[in-house]
């Protein structure tokens, strides 16, 4: 799958506006979006603790030419509350994440006058909403609700949303695409974060534990029997303590905590608690998925000196679609020279029906390793078409260099 020069640019710009959406006040917000503080027409820093309305900030982009309304992810209790609010809730033809819905609802109430107002004083502007993780969520639903909107300028907007959760259902998330982009990172647990997909997890890990548990069961049969010979040393040894000992050493301590566990669970029996709203999740058209076209970036290494000196030896693959980026590694030597071979594909929205855990499931969910991605793009692309250049000028024709 490939990306234009354009559209990558276009992303870098969105994301450091997303970025810059985490600071607490127009001095920060300016310098990390490298807009100036009048580019500023409204903004609450905060979450408002009555409402649970995130913190976002209106801004008009002049590089762009557009009016964007950037939206704050995760930061405070008051936006954990706002994700927690995760149960289904009917949305044109099918469901949304309710708390998000609530949040697009309160955003859209408080701003749909001035968004209006600086529109129309500026036409060629257009509307676009930005966010990271509960952000892009937000701003997701935000969109299709400014796409019901009376209002020719609003019914124009679009969406750029980097690590949204999942928050739509499969029918609204594919009929989105056209006007909502999403990025993330493969192996990201937001995205993946649903009802569903935490009972399906739960599912999985009653069965692994079942499994678990009735392999131990065999196995302690055999050791049983193989201590039987050792049993009746014991009792010819007369020695009672001995033998508590060693039954002790044989059993096993997962014993214990199979039982502990079992107290816990509210039915008194082996098999998983019970749940409150399992009913509601046996329903798969409510199952919620990552809004609009989702864009997945990828990537694999190769460090030290071996893996270096295979890196080298083979040829980079330059087509569109793999990009390679260089890092230098703070505790390394100039030698030790990490590459890394980036790839990116359109999200299938089945992929997110897993969760996916992973010791990066947090650190793929950062803006500075999409960033990272992004950036890594934009250098493949250019070393491509200065690779692509050299040989067109060779062959005496330059004309396929692409110049977005």
Known sequence: MCLSCKTVRRLQRCMGIAEASYSTGPEDFSLLSQLPSSSIIA??????????????????????????????????????????TVHPEPFQDGFVHCGMLRAAKLLLAELREEMVRVLERHPSLALVVVGHSMGGGVGAILALLLRQDVCPALCAATCVAFGPPSCVSQGIA????????????????????????VRRLRERVIQATAEADQEEEEEEGNRARQSADVDQWVETSNGSNKQQKLLQVISSPLRWMRAKSSRRRNDGTSDAPAHASEDELKNPEEDLYPPGMMYILSYNETAGADGKDQMRRRKPDMSPGNFY????????????????????????????????????????????????????????????????????????????????
């Open 325 to 404: 980026t260089r890092k230098v590694r703070m505790n390394w030597g100039p030698q030790d020279i990490n590459e890394i071979q980036w790839h990116v594909n359109a999200g299938d929205l089945q992929s997110f029906k897993t969760i996916r855990l992973s010791p990066w499931l947090l650190c793929d969910h950062s803006l500075s390793t999409i960033g990272e991605g992004l950036h890594a793009l934009l250098l493949q692309y250019l070393d491509y078409h200065s690779a692509t250049k050299v040989d067109n000028v060779e062959k005496g024709s330059c004309d396929v260099v692409d110049k977005q």
């Open 43 to 84: 903004a609450e820093w905060t979450s408002d603790a009555a409402t649970l309305r995130p913190a976002y900030q209106l801004v008009v982009d002049v590089i762009q030419d557009s009016l964007v309304l950037c939206i704050r992810g995760t930061r405070d209790s008051m936006d954990a509350l706002t994700n927690v």
């Open 174 to 197: 594919r009929g989105c695409r056209d006007f909502v982009v999403g990025v993330a990172c493969s192996l990201d647990i937001i995205p993946c974060l649903s009802m569903h997909a």
